[in-house]
């Protein structure tokens, strides 16, 4: 059984920084697109970061671009994402996803229902 899990969410304060952490199993995602997404209660999930199969290339953002950072270890099969400065409209339900199939374009990064396989979320609240 294939199974996300994401860790390191939690309250802090505006400014203030935070590590995701997705651990994953059941299978390898070695080669295979990554991402976060996040989701305010009532609004539709939205794209935070994503990065290529063995991460020469990353995509985020426009709201936390020089904020947030995507990373991933392979031969541990987890995927990170580190956020400083973060502001209270960060707070929402982050949630790890991966794909399971390759991508021919960059577009398909962006959008949640090209994901297969989905953790259960971390809640990151941030406080003015």
């Known amino acids: 059984q294939v199974q996300l899990v994401e860790s390191g969410g939690g309250l802090v304060q505006a400014g203030d920084s935070l590590r995701l952490a997705c651990a994953a199993s059941g299978r390898t995602f070695s080669g295979y697109p990554m991402g976060w997404f996040r989701q305010v209660s009532g609004q539709e999930r939205e794209f935070v970061a994503a990065i290529s199969g063995y991460g020469g290339n990353t995509y985020y953002a426009d709201s936390v671009k020089g904020r947030f950072a995507i990373s991933r270890d392979n031969l541990k099969n987890t995927l990170s994402l580190q956020m400083i400065n973060l502001k209270p409209e960060d707070t929402a339900v982050y949630y790890c996803?991966?794909?399971?199939?390759?991508?021919?374009?960059?577009?398909?990064?962006?959008?949640?229902?090209?994901?297969?396989?989905w953790g259960q979320g971390t809640q990151v609240t941030v406080s003015s």
């Open positions: 996803a991966a794909a399971s199939r390759l991508w021919l374009t960059d577009s398909y990064y962006y959008t949640p229902g090209n994901y297969n396989y």
